[in-house]
């Protein structure tokens, strides 16, 4: 693998680093045809955010030829080499990020002013594709603006705010800092800001709705936006369905995909407000009970991930989560169930289980698909 | 006692009288060796040298020439004492180290010999503070023993590049290894962290490269922790020279111009890492 980036677009290879660096721990590396994906998760599985950098971003961009090559680092070691902005825009003419097989190192080279040359030889560990699975075209509502609009908007917020709560209706938006059911309401500081759809690049939507997601995590996006002057688009439906927030020019594309909270818990939010709020949503349906939460997002472990893929609905509970039959336990999986949450953590995970491609395109995996439940044991006999 | 009554008859008394119209040319170029409590001062008909040492393998000192100040008198060939350093700079930031321009602390600084402390006198927009630090014994130096004659190789180099190199450091790394060579890599500092191992490599015809004289390739490594406090000094300099021995010993030498233009020098010696054995 060899990626060459000159320039100004060392700022931005930089910025997606230091972007990412809000929503996860590690680093997710992965170059394909169409590109360099660099992709983190949070811990409890509820935010995802992904950057693909075209071959058209970089000067050179030539993929591993052997194998598909896949790793992932702590971020902080891609941070030490390109944390400080300023003096990357000063003084780094190219970068170089290249794989050593041999020695098992990504290297990162950055070619400075006067000749002077930085290289970072830094360990990684191989791993599964982190590929959320989501379809953001088929979102009923969409709404895109200038990252200043957004920026301006979520400064009203503290930084301390969890939640947001975005509602739409007709030709307006309200963004709303979320207070928990058990939070004194009289005490809560509430703030609430109210857009017309006259300020919206693009403004579309299907249904009545309100969502309610991470702020924190769409800080993350905005940090990166708000440099590149890109506007951000916000895909979303309705409650407990991820909301997509994207960035996206010739060169690249970012998405962030962030769980909302789910329809039962928001409605008694509602409930409990005592402020005007637009007409809450769809009837409740069958999707209300506990155990029959649809999830819209489903994470891959193989790695013939796609688009394309049925979106694969599991039950999910606001306080465990049941697993989907799997052949084969990853360790992500491992990680979700010895996960300590709090009782009252009402979000709906994005599910990081291994859920099976049904296209023919298996590789030479060993794993069966999942019409076969048990093998006869007469099957055995006749193998003989 | 008003500043009056001290100035002419007090002169009689001190062995050490010197005198600055900008406290800054002496508390700037101080900072940049104050790593530890105390200092040693050894003055001469030269000027001051002012001396900081840790765990006798580091020794940072400061040299302010007699000319930088406005006056200088010292009745015996050699002064020497120790005080301490933070307290000092304490008092010669007294009003506050504000940096307006034209607004200036003035110093005289007088001392009267053994067992006498070192009184301070300090002035700004008319109001005067006094201060006295005691002294004591001064500690025995240690000799690096490091002359011209012996340096294997020494590279002048501006320090902006530096300056950023040093700044980016990994400080999980324990050790900064240094490579010098008359080929490639020419002149190389590496770090050894969690993450993994960074070079940075400055070639030697880089128009930041101000002088090269490379004779042999040495490899030395340096504990960080004795390093680091060195970057006060590249911060207020505008050169530094590099230079090793035959035995591994680092020099840094930093050129500093002070507020008034004046040049000032600082050194760094260090010894290296032992585990690791110099390359022949």
Redesign the interface.
């Known amino acids: 693998m060899d990626c060459v980036t000159t320039g100004g677009n060392v700022k931005v290879l930089a910025k997606a680093i230091h972007s990412l660096s809000r929503i996860g721990e590690e680093l997710y590396l992965e170059p394909v045809e169409d590109g360099l994906t660099l992709r983190a998760v949070n811990s409890s599985r509820s935010a995802f955010a992904c950057f693909l950098l075209s071959p058209l971003f970089f000067q050179r961009y030539q993929t591993p030829s052997d194998q598909m090559f896949r790793c992932k680092?702590?971020i902080?070691?891609m941070l030490?080499v390109f944390?400080?902005l300023s003096?990357l825009e000063r003084?780094v003419e190219k970068c170089r990020i290249e794989l050593n097989s041999k020695r098992s190192?990504l290297t990162v080279t950055l070619h400075c002013r006067?000749?002077?040359?930085?290289?970072?030889?830094?360990?990684f560990q191989d791993c599964e594709s982190l590929q959320a699975v989501f379809d953001k075209d088929s979102y009923a509502n969409i709404l895109r603006a200038q990252p200043r609009l957004w920026v301006d908007t979520v400064l009203h917020f503290p930084p301390s705010l969890e939640e947001v709560n975005v509602s739409v209706n007709g030709e307006r938006v309200w963004l709303r800092n979320h207070v928990e059911d058990d939070a004194d309401t009289s005490r809560a500081m509430m703030t609430e800001l109210c857009l017309s759809s006259e300020e919206f690049d693009h403004f579309a939507l299907s249904s009545q709705t309100s969502i309610t997601f991470c702020l924190k995590e769409f800080r993350g996006l905005l940090v990166f936006a708000e440099s590149s002057g890109l506007p951000v688009s916000m895909h979303f439906d309705e409650p407990g369905s991820p909301v997509v927030l994207s960035v996206s020019d010739t060169v690249l594309e970012a998405n962030f995909v962030l769980a909302t909270l789910s329809e039962d818990s928001h409605q008694r939010n509602h409930n409990n407000n005592k402020a005007e709020r637009p007409q809450a949503l769809p009837e409740p349906d069958d999707f209300m009970s506990d155990d029959m939460d649809s999830y819209l997002i489903a994470m891959e472990t193989s790695d013939l991930a796609g688009p394309s893929h049925e979106p694969v609905t599991a039950s999910c509970s606001t306080n465990h989560r049941a697993r989907l039959p799997s052949e084969g336990d990853d360790d992500e999986e491992e990680d979700e169930e010895s996960l300590d949450r709090p009782p009252n953590k009402k979000f709906c995970s994005l599910f990081f289980g291994s859920v099976l491609p049904v296209s023919s395109q298996l590789t030479n995996q060993t794993v069966q698909s999942q019409e076969v439940l048990a093998s006869d044991s007469e099957d055995e006999r006749q193998e003989e | 006692m008003p500043l009056s009554t001290q100035s002419q008859s007090g002169n009689d008394e001190y062995i050490l009288v010197a005198s600055l119209d900008n406290a800054r040319n002496l508390s700037n170029i101080l900072k940049a060796i104050s790593f530890k409590d105390h200092a040693i001062f050894n003055v001469t008909q030269n000027g001051l040298k002012v001396t900081i040492e840790d765990s006798k393998c580091l020794q940072a000192n400061a040299f302010i020439q007699a000319d930088i100040f406005q006056e200088f008198t010292l009745k015996e060939d050699v002064v020497g004492f120790q005080v301490n350093l933070t307290v000092l700079l304490d008092c010669l930031t007294i009003f506050g180290g504000s940096t307006v321009p034209g607004v200036n602390t003035a110093l005289r600084m007088c001392y009267n010999g053994y067992g006498y402390p070192l009184t301070l006198f300090l002035e700004e927009g008319g109001v005067v503070t006094v201060c006295k630090i005691n002294t004591q014994e001064p500690e025995e130096l240690i000799d690096f023993d490091f002359c011209s004659t012996n340096v294997t190789n020494k590279v002048i180099l501006q320090s902006d590049?530096l300056k950023?190199?040093f700044?980016?450091l990994?400080m999980t790394s324990e050790v900064l290894q240094l490579t010098m060579s008359p080929s490639h890599p020419y002149f190389r500092l590496s770090t050894f962290g969690?993450?993994?191992?960074?070079?940075?490599?400055?070639?030697k015809?880089?128009?930041?490269m101000e002088l090269f004289q490379c004779t042999k390739t040495q490899t030395n490594r340096y504990k960080m922790s004795l390093l680091k406090p060195s970057t006060k000094a590249l911060a207020l300099s505008c050169k530094v020279s590099v230079r090793t021995d035959g035995r591994g010993f680092l020099s840094l030498q930093y050129l500093v111009r002070n507020d008034d233009g004046q040049i000032c020098f600082v050194e760094y010696y260090c010894c290296p890492d032992e585990e690791v054995e110099s390359n022949e």
């Open positions: 680092m702590p902080r070691s030490t944390r400080s003096s003084s190192r006067h000749g002077l040359l930085k290289t970072h030889n830094l360990s | 590049s950023e190199a700044s980016e990994d969690n993450s993994g191992n960074a070079h940075y490599d400055y070639p015809d880089s128009d930041m």
